[in-house]
């Protein structure tokens, strides 16, 4: 079992929906919770942080970690074409490197 | 403006050749990383740094080298060792590595090996 699963996707949706995009963990020991978009041929950037459990909104994304079931995800409100990227989920113990998910492709359509 | 640079951004290769990736970052960072991104899978950690004169090997160091000479440059060099060198490779910094630190990514080297 990997340490981070992600779907890849791709996951086309229409202009203006709603998007969650998901990552499941196998390590309790995860304390910091990212989620970073890459656009294609680009350096991926960071979106969102959380440390441990709960909800932070920022706009039209928010992130939410439950520990408990080893879950996080990222919601994407009124999805726009420039939203189009990959999504990468990232997590980290407090003395450990940071691990990243495999990715899951979006594609926004107008 | 600050932020990271990674040159060549394409870069081709006969097989037995070395080649060595340039990374450099002007935000005054104290770790830097090199990671290596193939499709389907994340991105997998080479080698990482924390200061000047020091490195650790990741995950996947086997058929690489690197140098930290200086604070703003950690370059990479992929050896004839590497058995499928063919990737797209990042390289990032942060402040620090302890608890959580932001990592930037620079735009990437796409190598390609012929």
């Known amino acids: 079992q990997k340490e981070v699963e992600q779907d890849p996707g791709p996951l086309s949706v229409p202009e203006g929906a709603i998007v969650s995009l998901n990552c499941t963990y196998s390590?309790?020991?995860?304390?910091?919770f990212m989620w970073y978009r890459q656009y294609s041929r680009k350096g991926p950037e960071l979106l969102m942080y959380?440390?441990?459990?709960g909800n932070k909104e920022d706009g039209r994304f928010t992130a939410q970690v439950d520990k408990s079931s080893k879950y996080i995800s990222l919601f994407i409100r009124d999805s726009q074409p420039s939203d189009s990227a990959t999504y990468l989920c990232?997590?980290?113990?407090?003395?450990?490197?940071?691990?990243f998910g495999p990715g899951t492709s979006l594609s926004v359509i107008p | 403006d600050g932020g990271i640079t990674q040159s060549p951004k394409y870069l081709f290769r006969k097989e037995g050749q070395n080649v060595t990736l340039s990374c450099e970052q002007n935000?005054?960072?104290?770790?830097m990383y090199w990671y290596r991104q193939d499709p389907g899978q994340g991105l997998r950690l080479i080698y990482y740094?924390?200061?000047?004169?020091?490195?650790q090997k990741g995950d996947i160091a086997e058929g690489y080298s690197v140098s930290r000479e200086k604070k703003e440059s950690f370059p990479l060099t992929v050896t004839s060792a590497q058995k499928n060198p063919t990737a797209f490779y990042l390289c990032?910094?942060?402040?620090?590595?302890?608890?959580?630190?932001?990592?930037?990514f620079g735009p990437g080297t796409r190598l390609t090996v012929l």
């Open positions: 990032a910094s942060s402040s620090w590595t302890g608890s959580y630190n932001e990592q930037f």
């Open positions: 390590n309790s020991a995860f304390q910091y």
């Open positions: 959380t440390y441990s459990s």
């Open positions: 990232a997590m980290k113990t407090s003395y450990d490197k940071v691990i």
């Open positions: 935000l005054n960072h104290d770790a």
């Open positions: 740094s924390q200061i000047v004169n020091d490195f």
